[in-house]
C-alpha cells in the first residue's frame, strides 16, 4: 500500500486502513519534512503571536511505529509508471505498489507577474504561515490578493497584531459572492470596522520596485505601499506527478470510492475529484471535511467495504473570533433568507432554490448545525434539483 502526499487525506486513509484490519506494508510519501499535521490553523491561530511553538500535528512521532506506518518524509514523487506498479521519487529511488493513493493535495495559484519578487509568497504550508507570521509580528505592511476564505482570515490575523494591511479583489464581493449579497456584506464590514483596507472590482495595473514589490498601482488608481505581498487566489492539485500517467493532472476524477480509471490507484483529499452524486458531475472540493472522508473512503474501498455516503459540501473559517459555518451548494440558491442578526453575529443564513434548502451559513448558532445537515443530506445522495 503506497500513499503519495502526506496531509490529512494520507492520513485519515492510513488509519482507517489499520483500524479495519489492513496488515500489508503501508508507506507514506511525504513531499514536506514534516509528519502529516493539519493545515487550517495556518491561517488562523498559528499566525497569533506565541505561537511560534505551536505545531498541529495529527498524532506523535510514536503512532507511526505502533501502527507500522512506514512514513518516507522530505521527498517527492516525480512520476507514475503504472504498468510497473511504481511511482519515481526526485531523489532517483522508486518505490513498488499494488494499491497506489494519490493525495498530493494542492498548490496555491500564482501570478506570474509577481514571479521575480523577493517579498511575494502564498500560503500552503507550515514554513509559508510561520514566515507570514514572522512579518506580521513586525508590523509589516501587508497587501493581499484576493478576498477569498485565505485572504480574509490573513486580514484579520493582521489587523490583531495591528499590522497594516490592504486586500485587493477582482470580484464585487469577497468570497466571490458565492454567499450573496448579505453575509459578503457582513463580511466586508467586519474588515473595515477592523483597518482592513478592502479594494473590489480592481486588479494591479503596475508594479514598482527592483527585487521587492515597492508599491502598486491599481486599475481603479489607488496606489498601495507595499512592505510583503501575499497571493492568495485559490489553489490548484498538485499533480505534476501524475503527468505521464494518462490521468488528468488538474484533478483526479474518481468514483465514490475514489477509485481513478487506472486499476489499483485511487486518490482523495484536494488532489480529487470524486463523483458528486446530486451534481453529476466530477468536483474540486478543496476543504478539510471532504479531504477526510475521501481518505476514509479510499480506505474502505481497499478493504472490500460498502462507500460512505458522499460527503456533504462543507467549510468553516473564523474571523475576528468569529466562526462562519457553511453547508451545501449556496450557488444553486435563488433566495437567502437570514433568521437571526447578522450584526450580532448570531445568525442563520438559508439558502433555497424554488423553496428548498440547498445551503446553509451559521454563525454563533453551532447547536443548529446537526438539523441543518440532516435536512441538507440529500444532498449527498443521487437527486437533483
Ligand atoms: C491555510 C489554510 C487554511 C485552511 N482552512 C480551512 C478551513 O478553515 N476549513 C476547511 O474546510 N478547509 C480549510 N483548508 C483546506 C484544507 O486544509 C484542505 O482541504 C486539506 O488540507 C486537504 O488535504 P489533502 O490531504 O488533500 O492535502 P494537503 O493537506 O495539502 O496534503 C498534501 C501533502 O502532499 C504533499 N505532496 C504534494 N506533492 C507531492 C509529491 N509529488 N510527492 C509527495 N508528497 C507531495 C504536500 O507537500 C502535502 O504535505 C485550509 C487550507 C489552508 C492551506
Known amino acids: 500500500m503506497l500513499i503519495v502526499g502526506g496531509g490529512l487525506a494520507a492520513q485519515r486513509c492510513a488509519e482507517t486502513l489499520r483500524r479495519g484490519g489492513f496488515e500489508g506494508r503501508l508507506r507514506i510519501v511525504c513531499g514536506e519534512q514534516y509528519r502529516p499535521y493539519d493545515r487550517p490553523p495556518l491561517s488562523k491561530e498559528l499566525l497569533a503571536p506565541g505561537a511560534d511553538e505551536a505545531f498541529p500535528l495529527f498524532r506523535p512521532a510514536a503512532w507511526y511505529g505502533e501502527h507500522a506506518v512506514e512514513l518516507i518524509a522530505g521527498v517527492r514523487a516525480s512520476e507514475l509508471d503504472h504498468e510497473a506498479r511504481r511511482v519515481e521519487l526526485a531523489d532517483g529511488s522508486a518505490l513498488h505498489f499494488d494499491h497506489l493513493v494519490a493525495a498530493t493535495g494542492a498548490r496555491p495559484r500564482t501570478l506570474p507577474d509577481f514571479a521575480p519578487y523577493a517579498n511575494v509568497s502564498t500560503l500552503r504550508t507550515l514554513d509559508d504561515s510561520r514566515r507570514l507570521r514572522e512579518l506580521l509580528g513586525e508590523g509589516r505592511r501587508l497587501v493581499i490578493i484576493g478576498a477569498g476564505f ?12 495591528d499590522a497594516p494591511v490592504a486586500v485587493v479583489e477582482l470580484a464585487r464581493q469577497p468570497l466571490n459572492g458565492v454567499l450573496g449579497a448579505e453575509v459578503s456584506d457582513l463580511l466586508v464590514r467586519l474588515h473595515r470596522g477592523a483597518g482592513v483596507e478592502l479594494f473590489f472590482e480592481t486588479e494591479v495595473s503596475e508594479i514598482d520596485g527592483g527585487e521587492r514589490v515597492e508599491a502598486l498601482t491599481l486599475t481603479n488608481g489607488v496606489r498601495l505601499d507595499v512592505d510583503h505581498l501575499l497571493v492568495a487566489i485559490g489553489i490548484v492539485p498538485d499533480l505534476a506527478w501524475l503527468s505521464s500517467s494518462g490521468l488528468p493532472t488538474s484533478g483526479v476524477p474518481t468514483d465514490l470510492g475514489g477509485r481513478s480509471a487506472l486499476p489499483d490507484v485511487y ?6 475529484a470524486f463523483y458528486d452524486p446530486f451534481l453529476e458531475r466530477h468536483a474540486l472540493i478543496g476543504h478539510w471535511e ?3 472522508r475521501q481518505g476514509a473512503a479510499v480506505a474502505r474501498t481497499i478493504l472490500g467495504e460498502d462507500p460512505a455516503p458522499a460527503p456533504l459540501s462543507s467549510f468553516w473559517s473564523d474571523q475576528y473570533g468569529m466562526r462562519i459555518q457553511y453547508l451545501g451548494h449556496a450557488a444553486l440558491a435563488d ?12 445568525f442563520v443564513a438559508h439558502y433555497t432554490r424554488a423553496g428548498q434548502l440547498v445551503a446553509a451559513v451559521i454563525v454563533g448558532r453551532p447547536r443548529a448545525v446537526p438539523e441543518l445537515r440532516d435536512r441538507l443530506s440529500y444532498l449527498t445522495e443521487g437527486m437533483s434539483v
Open 290 to 292: 471532504a479531504a477526510s
Open 150 to 161: 485565505i485572504g480574509l482570515e490573513v486580514a484579520a490575523a493582521a489587523r490583531a497584531v
Open 335 to 346: 433566495e437567502v433568507t437570514i433568521e437571526g442578526e447578522l450584526d450580532a453575529r448570531d
Open 267 to 272: 486518490a482523495a483529499g484536494d488532489a480529487a
